[in-house]
């Protein structure tokens, strides 16, 4: 009952009292005391990649609206290759049974050749409605439907599998797309957790006749920790992400800007962000025949780190480092780049994350184990603003 009150995020401190109830050997009256705390909050974050550049965002919150205990929020995030904007209202309590009901709008500008991805840019509008059901204490069901428009616009030298795309189907799509996800979690902390198992399944399906591509996509997420010590300053963590997806009916693959990338800090680290993969089919004019990377439709992604305590400083608790080991790629099974050990991509290393008042810091030094001609590797990586 302490962890449930303390998940609220209403309260500062909550103790526990259990004194004998008076007369009775075998009985004791269970007294919580708790100190509120403020629900909402303003905050401004800058944070860099070397993917992206400099991100800056700026965030409203408030977890307890008007006292009502549903939660509204408001976010405005830019970097170099996406602006993003998003209005959120969630009333966690919709039934006496724990159903969530939430609504979002939301608005997204990527730029993939800013990023050093593939030439062109998409702009989506879209908005949500997801109601959530409670399983048990750690584990919930999500139902939604999310209708959304996307733009694509083609950049200088946008690939031969793009203008194809763009040639059958145009250059601008509504969807309407009903969601689905199970969570389950049983971690001990939110941030820099050292025991428990996170886990989540997650599925989008594009509605036929209302959507003017059909398609779907499933992702499945996994992050196991278990200590190696009864301090938990030695933790062995597995990281899992899975994801496939493919068109339906009269949409032949996944479209192009729905594909999966891999490579990078927070993917398979000792690699260039979202490098891996098969290259796209560049445009005759191109003067980089080499092609851009184009992701896919099957996602593999495995993480393995020994956490050990930073030695040197003696208050641990905002710092973390651990030996990692990487390993995945990302296939498009609709141009013949199946799933296959031999394209498997591995890299070993050194990670380090710290809190710091301005964010998350985090670096990584990574050796590709596992590569072949043409793979961009990058042994150096960090990122302020999100650990991994």
Do not use: C
């Not at 009150?5 to 009985?27: A, E, I, Q």
């Not at 139902?143 to 031969?160: C, D, H, M, R, V």
């Amino acid at each position: 009952s302490k962890t449930r009150l303390d998940r609220l995020g209403y309260f500062k401190t909550v103790s526990v009292n259990t004194p004998l109830v008076p007369g009775h050997d075998d009985l004791i009256d269970v007294n919580y005391a708790v100190e509120e705390q403020p629900t909402g909050s303003l905050s401004a974050s800058l944070g860099f990649s070397q993917s992206d550049g400099l991100l800056l965002g700026v965030n409203v919150s408030e977890k307890n609206f008007f006292g009502t205990g549903r939660s509204v929020g408001l976010g405005l995030n830019r970097s170099a290759s996406v602006k993003s904007a998003n209005l959120s209202y969630t009333n966690p309590f919709f039934t006496v049974d724990g159903v969530s009901r939430g609504f979002r709008v939301f608005y997204k500008e990527t730029d993939y050749e800013e990023a050093d991805i593939s030439s062109y840019s998409t702009d989506k509008l879209g908005g949500a409605m997801t109601f959530g059901y409670p399983i048990d204490r750690i584990t919930r069901l999500s139902f939604g439907l999310q209708a959304e428009n996307t733009k694509i616009k083609l950049g200088s030298y946008p690939a031969q599998e793009i203008t194809d795309f763009i040639d059958v189907h145009g250059d601008a799509f509504e969807q309407v797309l009903l969601t689905g996800s199970w969570t389950r979690s049983s971690l001990n902390k939110g941030l820099f957790p050292t025991k428990g198992w996170s886990q989540s399944l997650g599925i989008d399906i594009a509605l036929p006749e209302i959507s003017d591509l059909e398609f779907y996509k499933i992702q499945y997420e996994s992050d196991y920790y278990l200590p190696l010590s009864d301090n938990h300053e030695w933790v062995f963590r597995q990281r899992v992400n899975l994801g496939y997806g493919n068109g339906y009916s009269t949409t032949g693959s996944l479209p192009f800007f729905e594909h999966y990338f891999a490579g990078g800090f927070g993917s398979i680290r000792g690699f260039d962000s979202s490098s891996l993969g098969l290259l796209s089919t560049p445009a005759s004019d191109d003067p980089n025949q080499d092609g851009d990377p184009f992701g896919g439709n099957v996602l593999t992604e495995f993480n393995f780190e020994l956490i050990f305590p930073f030695v040197i400083l003696e208050d641990r608790s905002s710092v973390r480092t651990s030996l990692f080991l990487d390993a995945g790629n990302v296939f498009d099974t609709n141009r013949g780049y199946n799933p296959s050990l031999d394209e498997v991509r591995a890299a070993a290393g050194l990670s380090l994350s710290w809190i710091t008042p301005v964010g998350p810091l985090s670096f990584s030094v990574g050796k590709a184990l596992r590569k072949k001609d043409g793979d961009n590797t990058q042994v150096f990586q960090f990122m302020l603003g999100q650990t991994f």
